[in-house]
């Protein structure tokens, strides 16, 4: 069994200040981890991913995450949020078991004020 | 390559009408396909995963259904649509076997009227 637990429904930041999206997830088995945004009436696009190579995975538009296993968590961060990154995004996990199972978070809605 | 391809992309259909959503895959064999919903502000919701031909597991009670007639193909269907059915419908594929990489349908917009 696996599960995906994103810690806040909303996180408010200002333009220039830094980022943090939580998630923390269980698995019975070695995990692979995604973080996806979706931004209004749009599509899912990736992130990044961890597939159990390095630790602290860069992404896209600025943003990394770092799994931490003892923690189990698999949090979303960037130095500095821009107007473009408000957005809502998703912490996804499957299992590295021969039946894959896909497991999102709930979500986490960025707002950005200027 | 591998792909996955679903439509359509948008739809408006009148309640009580039928609903057809359809989700192939190329480049692979027996995938583990998911239907998934994302209702306005909700996040996303599992409906529907399938293991092989003709297995379908249910999530969620709803007036859903989802068929696997073929290896590569996923069907999402409604005999009677409510207006709690709009949504944003998306399929997933997990590959390749272990789970590291997934693949997303373009996404499905409905609105029921």
């Known amino acids: 069994a696996q599960s995906v637990t994103q810690l806040d429904s909303h996180v408010s930041v200002s333009e220039g200040t830094p980022v943090l999206l939580r998630c923390n997830y269980s698995?019975?088995?070695?995990?692979?981890l995604f973080w996806y945004v979706q931004h209004p009436n749009k599509g899912l696009q990736l992130l990044l991913k961890?597939?159990?190579?390095?630790?602290l995975v860069k992404g896209i538009n600025g943003f990394e995450a770092e799994f931490k296993k003892s923690e189990t968590s698999f949090h979303l961060t960037k130095p500095s949020a821009h107007m473009s990154d408000a957005a809502e995004y998703f912490c996804?996990?499957?299992?590295?078991?021969?039946?894959?199972?896909?497991?999102f978070g709930k979500g986490t809605m960025l707002l950005v004020s200027p | 390559s591998q792909t996955i391809h679903q439509w359509p992309a948008t739809l408006v259909q009148p309640v009580g009408s039928p609903l057809s959503l359809e989700c192939t895959v190329e480049?692979?064999?027996?995938?583990?396909l998911y239907w998934y919903r994302q209702a306005a502000g909700r996040g996303l919701q599992l409906l529907f995963y399938?293991?092989?031909?003709?297995?379908i597991s249910s999530e969620v009670p709803q007036n859903l259904s989802a068929s696997r007639p073929q290896d590569r193909q996923f069907i999402l269907s409604s005999k009677k649509l409510l207006l709690s059915d709009s949504g944003f419908y998306l399929c997933a594929w997990i590959g390749p076997p272990g789970g590291n990489t997934i693949y997303f349908g373009e996404g499905s917009w409905l609105t029921v009227v």
């Open positions: 996804v996990v499957t299992s590295n078991s021969g039946y894959s199972t896909l497991t």
């Open positions: 399938s293991v092989g031909i003709g297995q």
């Open positions: 961890y597939t159990s190579a390095a630790t």
């Open positions: 480049g692979t064999s027996n995938p583990n």
């Open positions: 698995s019975s088995y070695s995990p692979s």
